[in-house]
C-alpha cells in the first residue's frame, strides 16, 4: 500500500515564481513578441552578429519587463519630487515678473522726476508747467498692450499727445492695415489715458514734422518703447533722440496684435480661462471700486506688492482674489498690481447718481464697443460694464471664443474713458438681488451685437424688464467682432507669412533683451 506524498507548502515565493512563470510563457509565445524578436534579429545579424548571440523570445519580455518596472518605481519615488520642483520654481519665476513689474514702476517714476525736474517753465503759459508728452503708431487692431503704453507714456508728463498713422503712411511703410483710419481713431479717442488725438501722423518721423509737433503741440518729448522701429534701415525716431527730446517706455510682454491674430487664424483656447464656479450669481462676481474700497490704499499697495495672487482671478471662495490660475498658456501675465493701475480714478458713485448698466463679452474691444459706450454713458451719471467669463463666453458664442481672456477683456474696458466701473465675471442673468446691491437704475441693450445668439428679454433679462428698468438702444455702429474675423480670413496666407516673420523678429529682440546688459531702460515697448 503506497502512501501520497505531502503536497509543498503553498508561500509567497512559490506564487510569485509560478506567476512569473506564467507570464513568461505567455509573453515569450505571443506573435507579436516573436515576430518583433524577428524583426530585431534581422537587424542584427546584417551587422555581422553571430547566430548563437542573437534575442531570444524570453531575453527580449525580461529586457523590457525590466525596463517599464524600472520606470514605473522612477515615477513613483521621484516624479511627486520633480513636479514639487517645477510649482516652486513656477512660483520664483511669478515673483520675479512681479519684482519686474514693480521695478519697471519705480523706474518710470523715477524718469517722470527727473523731467520734471530738467524741463523748462513755458514763459507763455500762466497755468502750472505741462508736460506735454507726444506718442504715435498705427494702432492697428488696438488692445490693452497699447492702452498700457499710453498709460506708461503719460506717466512721464502730464498731458498726452497721441498720433494716429495714416493709412497711407502705413501702407507705403508696412502694407495695408486691417483697419481704417476712422476705426483706429476712435479706439484711440476712447481710451482713458489719452488727453488728445492727432490725425494723419506720418509713419517716419522726419525732422521738419517733429519740429511742427514741437512748435504748433509745444510737445517737449516724444515717448515710444525701447525696442527698435526700424524702416528701410532708418530709426524712425532718430531725428528727436538728435535733439535729446526722445524717451523709452517699457513694452507690455507677452501681448501683440500678431499674438491676437494668430488667435484667429490657429482656433486655439489655450488663451481661456475656466474657473470654478457656483454657477452664474453676483455672488461670485466683483466690481473694480468694490475691490479698491476693500481696504485703505496702503491695504491695496500691499495687496499689489506682496499677495502671491498674481495671474490669478476672481472666484467664489475669496473675497478679493481668488486661487484658480489664469490660464497658463497666456504668456502675458495680469498682476494685481497692473489691475490697480488700470484702475486709477475708479471709485464708488455718490449718492443720488443714476446708475446705468450694461453686460456684454467686450471681446477683441473693438470701435463698435467704444461708440455704443459713448452712448451708453449718456443715460446717466455712473456706467457699470459688466464683463462675462470666458467659460459663459463660450457657451453661448463656440468655437475658441472669446479671442480674448476675461483678465483681458477686464483691462480693455478698464482702459475705456467713457466707463466707470467694471463688474468682473459678470453672470448672464440679471436678477434683483444684483440690481440692488449695484444699485442700478437702468439696464442698457444694444440693437447690434458680436454675438450670432440673439439675446431674449424674456431670459436673460427677465426681471430689469419687469421692474421696468429695461431699455434698448440704438447702436451707432454696425461694426462687430466678425468684421476683424473676415478681414483676417480674407488674408490668412498674407498675415501667417507676417506672422512668422514678426514671431521670429520678437523673439530675436527678446533674447537679445535678456541676453545683454540693459542701458538703464528697463523692460520693452509697444511696437508700431
Not at 455 to 467: I, T
Request: hydrophobic fraction near 35%; glycine fraction near 8%; aromatic fraction near 8%.
Amino acid at each position: 500500500m503506497t502512501t501520497a506524498k505531502a503536497a509543498s507548502p503553498i508561500t509567497p515565493l512559490s506564487v510569485f515564481l509560478s506567476v512569473r512563470s506564467f507570464l513568461l510563457q505567455t509573453l515569450t509565445s505571443h506573435p507579436a513578441v516573436t515576430a518583433s524578436v524577428g524583426h530585431i534579429n534581422v537587424v542584427l545579424s546584417n551587422i555581422g552578429i553571430p547566430e548563437k548571440s542573437l534575442l531570444t523570445n524570453e531575453e527580449f519580455v525580461l529586457t523590457s519587463t525590466a525596463g517599464v518596472v524600472t520606470l514605473l518605481g522612477y515615477y513613483l519615488l521621484f516624479g511627486g519630487r520633480h513636479g514639487r520642483r517645477r510649482r516652486r520654481l513656477a512660483e520664483e519665476l511669478r515673483e520675479a515678473q512681479r519684482q519686474v513689474h514693480l521695478l519697471e514702476e519705480k523706474l518710470l517714476l523715477a524718469k517722470r522726476q527727473d523731467i520734471l525736474a530738467t524741463t523748462p517753465t513755458r514763459p507763455s503759459s500762466k497755468q502750472p508747467r505741462q508736460i506735454r508728452i507726444f506718442m504715435d503708431g498705427a494702432f492697428d487692431v488696438m488692445h490693452y498692450g497699447h492702452m498700457n503704453a499710453f498709460r506708461l507714456g503719460r506717466s512721464l508728463g502730464t498731458y498726452l499727445i497721441v498720433g494716429v498713422n495714416s493709412d497711407e503712411s502705413i501702407t507705403l511703410c508696412k502694407g495695408p492695415p486691417l483697419m481704417n483710419d476712422s476705426e483706429r481713431l476712435t479706439m484711440v479717442e476712447g481710451c482713458k489715458f489719452v488727453d488728445e488725438v492727432l490725425p494723419n501722423c506720418p509713419y517716419i518721423m522726419t525732422p521738419e514734422y517733429l519740429e511742427y509737433i514741437f512748435n504748433t503741440y509745444e510737445v517737449d518729448y516724444v515717448v515710444h518703447g525701447d525696442d527698435p522701429c526700424i524702416v528701410d534701415g532708418k530709426d524712425v525716431y532718430a531725428a528727436a533722440k538728435k535733439r535729446g527730446r526722445y524717451r523709452s517706455i517699457p513694452r507690455t510682454e507677452g501681448v501683440s496684435t500678431t499674438d491676437i491674430v494668430g488667435r484667429m487664424l490657429l482656433m486655439t483656447k489655450d488663451h481661456h480661462f475656466f474657473r470654478r464656479s457656483r454657477g452664474n450669481s453676483v455672488g461670485s462676481a466683483v466690481s473694480v471700486s468694490g475691490m479698491l474700497d476693500a481696504g485703505t490704499d496702503e491695504d491695496n499697495r500691499r495687496r499689489g506688492e506682496d499677495d502671491d495672487s498674481d495671474n490669478e482671478i476672481l472666484n467664489e471662495d475669496s473675497g478679493y482674489y481668488g486661487r484658480t490660475p489664469l490660464g497658463h498658456q497666456s504668456k502675458f501675465l495680469t498682476t494685481t498690481n497692473l489691475l490697480r493701475l488700470f484702475s486709477a480714478g475708479v471709485k464708488p458713485p455718490d449718492e443720488g447718481m443714476k446708475v446705468v448698466y450694461v453686460d456684454g463679452a467686450w471681446d477683441m474691444f473693438h470701435c463698435g464697443h467704444i461708440e455704443f459706450l459713448k452712448e451708453a454713458s449718456k443715460r446717466g451719471d455712473y456706467l457699470i460694464v459688466g464683463i462675462h467669463g470666458d467659460a459663459a463666453v463660450n457657451m453661448r458664442r463656440g468655437g475658441n471664443l472669446p479671442l480674448m481672456n476675461l483678465h483681458e477683456r477686464v483691462l480693455s474696458v478698464l482702459g475705456c474713458k467713457y466707463i466707470n466701473d467694471v463688474l468682473i465675471d459678470a453672470p448672464l442673468e440679471i436678477t434683483p438681488d444684483m440690481i440692488a446691491s449695484l444699485k442700478i437704475s437702468e439696464v442698457l441693450h444694444g440693437t447690434e451685437s458680436d454675438s450670432s445668439c440673439i439675446d431674449n428679454p424674456a431670459d436673460r433679462y427677465k426681471y430689469p424688464k419687469e421692474m421696468g428698468i429695461l431699455t434698448q438702444i440704438s447702436s451707432p455702429s454696425n461694426f462687430k467682432l466678425m468684421d476683424i474675423i473676415n478681414r483676417i480670413q480674407k488674408k490668412q496666407q498674407e498675415f501667417q507669412q507676417k506672422i512668422e516673420r514678426k514671431k521670429k523678429a520678437e523673439r530675436e529682440w527678446f533674447e537679445n533683451k535678456y541676453q545683454t546688459t540693459t542701458n538703464g531702460n528697463i523692460g520693452n515697448g509697444v511696437q508700431k
